[in-house]
């Protein structure tokens, strides 16, 4: 009898049930609109030149140890993270008080993060303390929490699906009604799966309640680059609570843009009242890394460190950001405007409006499902689609299908 | 809006925190102990003394003392950054296909039933601890569901001090020993294993050292195995087999893999951690692998499927570059044979040293019987120093150990031979 005989099969994760079914689709012009990643105009995945040349560089690098990294990570990779995120001249910095952990990817980031919360935030090992993420987020956030011991995982307002955008009364309204000391998980820039996020005056108000009401601020920066193009821009949110005085955690992913998703190359960024606070929080963070992976991989932290302190690489990486955020700008204006020229129904406003990889489409399940059955395009039931799977080749044939879709489906 | 304050007077601050939002929310946070390793880390940093020696490290140093890379490795690297077609996308939870089935072939041998029978789930994790901590939580959430099962494990006395909290880390808090290293016997007293593993309750998981063992470096022999597993089938306890610096101890990696091929092929069920940091010097790269065998092949896909979701709520994905080296290298047939000929070398280095320090010892008159230097391989030893006499060698002579009074033999080189060996019978011989 094997001691795993209760074992129950999991239930498949959409969006790589989505790809299977997609890859077994034998339609010659099958789209795959779920890809999670940035693909060219020829559909293929980037290897972004930058990153190309400072892997031959590494690689020949004879000065280089091959020692395990220490715990907290590379030391170059985290000030460098930290700096993309907070601004050169980031007062906090100054003052010594942002460290930073290097994580296995985002999801590494938002895990330890996640851990030392639940043990050393609003009490210890307080596993009551409501975490909120908005609704709809990232699918894995939900678990990511749980899975730390967070027995109170909910959802805050967000999205405005009559209206397509920002549900801000309602935001604003869990703000107020919340429990004191709650944590709030927010997207830095270009909000998974919405594409919508709040303006600057919209994150004004949201910081005002948040520290009226002494809420945890964990920020997830996934896209920073990816959204606007402007690494600067796409980091105003997190700089403005930083500048407001926050203490917070900010989880960023280099995959998106830096196209290392297969290095797993995230940092924690912390910011603390000030640096006695961070040396004590960076120590138990050892301790919580020292029992998941130990020391951090090397190879995609040590791409990043080079290109981020290096000028002329640095300026390289940008621009080879702002062309994967121009293909993206390009092909949300272009189906905008097909769509309005076929005449489809409703407004397409909501295309351009929105920000980043994602983009909430508005097509209902009924829409979604007809779009994927008889037009073999295949995209999140949420309605949610990856603006990277469009190219100069298919994006005719995804606007007409929408066109028919909306027509023919209600 | 408030600005940050510089630092604040914490003492002046009532204890629920609330001064007009100035306290630090990590206010109660204690700085953590530090691990013995890293204060032993620290205090050689600090040592001036030029002749110090560090011989605590976990990384395999070359004769100058340096990690470095294989030249296998370093081509391989090269070619792997030159190639065209790598995809820059996610890999699978459950990492690349191509390392993990070769990860599982050196575990558990080409031709091993359980493979033939695809009863065998190998998962790809960033590292060896990693991999533990993924077993871990495999356990906790699965291990006897409905029993609702909570532990105890059992690990060796001693044993690599960070094991213990990785279980707790997963959410088993009852962590208990069995009795492995013996002082006065100089190895290990199977007797007392035995008696210790026979009281553990059923159910109960065990960790043990598949080889090279840490940090004694005393491994269990073929009959001590056959012993332990007799008694663990009967006492229907479950064996967690560790197998990190594999084929640093005799150059032969089925001979290290024995154990995990021996538990498999008594038809038990089992989890194994590997790594192939040390074996292929990606200790930069964290490369690691758990092993599950299952009894029957209709789990296979149930136990995957939650592996997977538990993987996602941990780093999601593993890291592809060191895989991918270890893949390239394991499937082809002339790269074996030159991984294993580099390995050989290092092997071979490490035996020389032990003879070379045994021999050293035994001119200098040192106390003690010394033969166990050579009986024993791979990268650690026990010298039987007493925690005295290891504080000795590291403030008066500068020659770090760990606590337990095991050393890393790769650290020890021509040039610190003979101080390290003198140091040695120094803190035999003086009276403290």
């Known amino acids: 009898m094997s001691v795993f005989g209760e074992v129950a099969l999991a239930a498949p994760v959409a969006v790589f049930k989505l790809s299977q079914d997609f890859n077994n689709d034998q339609f010659p012009n099958k789209v795959n609109l779920g890809v999670g990643a940035y693909r060219t105009d020829e559909g293929k995945p980037w290897v972004l030149p930058v990153v190309k040349k400072v892997e031959k560089v590494i690689v020949h690098d004879d000065s280089l140890n091959h020692e395990y990294l220490p715990i907290l990570g590379l030391p170059e990779f985290r000030s460098s993270a930290s700096k993309i995120a907070l601004g050169e001249d980031s007062p906090a910095i100054q003052e010594n008080r942002v460290g930073a952990v290097q994580c296995l990817g985002g999801t590494g980031a938002l895990k330890m993060g996640a851990e030392f919360l639940r043990r050393f935030y609003n009490g210890n090992n307080n596993t009551n303390t409501p975490v909120y993420v908005s609704s709809p987020t990232w699918e894995n956030h939900n678990a990511v929490f749980a899975n730390a011991g967070f027995d109170d995982v909910r959802p805050y307002k ?132 020292r029992t998941t992976w130990s020391n951090p991989p090397s190879q995609g932290a040590r791409i990043v460190a080079v290109t981020l302190t290096s000028p002329e690489l640095f300026s390289e990486w940008k621009d080879n950001v702002k062309t994967m955020a121009d293909r993206v700008l390009l092909m949300r204006a272009q189906l905008k405007a097909k769509l309005q020229a076929l005449g489809t129904a409703g407004t397409w406003d909501h295309i351009t409006e929105q920000i980043g990889m994602f983009s909430f489409t508005g097509l209902n399940p009924k829409q979604v499902e007809y779009m994927v059955k008889e037009r073999h395009i295949y995209l999140m039931a949420s309605g949610r689609i990856n603006m990277c799977g469009l190219t100069s080749k298919n994006i005719d044939y995804v606007a007409e299908s929408i066109h028919e879709t909306v027509t023919n489906v209600q | 809006m408030k600005r940050p304050d510089s630092k604040l007077n914490e003492t002046e601050v009532k204890q629920n925190g609330d001064a007009g939002g100035q306290l630090s929310v990590f206010t109660n946070v204690h700085t953590a102990a530090g691990s013995p390793e890293k204060r032993l880390l620290s205090a050689f940093k600090k040592d001036t003394n030029p002749g110090k020696a560090y011989l605590a490290g976990r990384e395999y140093y070359s004769e100058d003392g340096k990690t470095f890379e294989l030249r296998l490795v370093r081509r391989i690297k090269q070619q792997l950054s030159a190639d065209p ?61 409905c029993a609702a099962w909570c532990g105890p494990v059992y690990l060796s006395s001693p044993c690599d001090d960070s094991l213990a909290g990785i279980f707790q880390a997963a959410g088993i808090q009852d962590i208990r020993e069995y009795y492995y290293w013996d002082d006065q016997q100089r190895g290990v007293c199977l007797d007392k294993l035995l008696e210790d593993l026979e009281k553990a309750p059923e159910r109960s998981v065990v960790v043990l050292s598949a080889s090279a063992h840490y940090p004694t470096g005393a491994d269990l022999s073929h009959n001590q195995w056959a012993v332990i597993t007799e008694l663990i089938m009967r006492r229907r306890l479950f064996p967690f087999l560790l197998l990190p610096p594999q084929a640093l101890c005799y150059g032969n990696v089925e001979r290290e893999a024995w154990p995990v091929q021996y538990c498999a092929s008594q038809g038990m069920e089992l989890l194994c951690a590997q790594s192939f940091s040390h074996c292929f010097g990606l200790y930069g790269e964290a490369v690691g692998h758990l092993l599950c065998v299952l009894k029957q092949n209709s789990l296979l896909l149930s136990v995957q499927s939650q592996a997977a979701t538990i993987v996602k709520s941990l780093w999601a994905q593993p890291s592809a570059g060191g895989a991918n080296i270890v893949a390239t290298v394991l499937s082809n047939p002339a790269h074996v044979v030159e991984w294993k000929e580099e390995v050989k070398h290092i092997v071979e280095r490490c035996m020389l040293i032990r003879e070379l320090l045994r021999e050293r010892l035994r001119l200098l008159g040192a106390p003690g019987c010394w033969d166990r230097l050579t009986q024993q391989s791979g990268l650690y030893c026990n010298t039987g120093l007493n925690e005295d006499q290891v504080e000795f060698l590291s403030q008066r002579r500068h020659v770090y150990l760990l606590p337990s009074g095991c050393l890393n033999v790769s650290a020890i080189n021509g040039r610190n031979l003979d101080y390290i060996a003198e140091s040695i019978h120094r803190a035999l011989t003086t009276s403290l």
Request: net charge negative.
């Open chain 1, 158 to 289: 967000y999205w405005d699906a009559e209206n397509r955008g920002l549900d801000l009364a309602g935001f604003l309204g869990d703000l107020e009604s919340c429990p004191a000391h709650s944590i709030f998980v927010l997207h830095a820039c270009a909000h998974n799966p919405t594409g919508t996020d709040p303006t600057q005056e919209q994150w004004q108000l949201i910081a005002e309640v948040m520290m009226r009401r002494q809420l945890f601020v964990f920020f997830d920066s996934a896209y920073q680059g990816f959204a606007s193009g402007n690494l600067d821009k796409d980091a105003w949110a997190v700089r403005y609570f930083v500048s407001m005085g926050f203490e917070m955690f900010c989880a960023q992913s280099f995959s998106k843009n830096f196209g290392l998703y297969n290095e797993r190359v995230g940092n924690l960024t912390i910011v603390a009242r000030d640096a006695d606070n961070l040396k004590r929080v960076l120590s138990q963070m050892e301790k919580i890394v």
């Open chain 2, 85 to 145: 077609t790598t995809r820059p996308e996610y890999p699978s939870p459950l990492g690349l296909t191509e390392f993990t089935r070769r990860a599982t072939e050196v575990a558990l041998g080409k031709s091993s039933r359980a493979i033939v029978e695809e009863r065998v789930l190998g998962v790809q994790t960033p590292g060896f601890t990693a991999a533990v901590r993924l077993g871990a939580e495999l356990l906790r959430n699965w291990y006897d569901h």
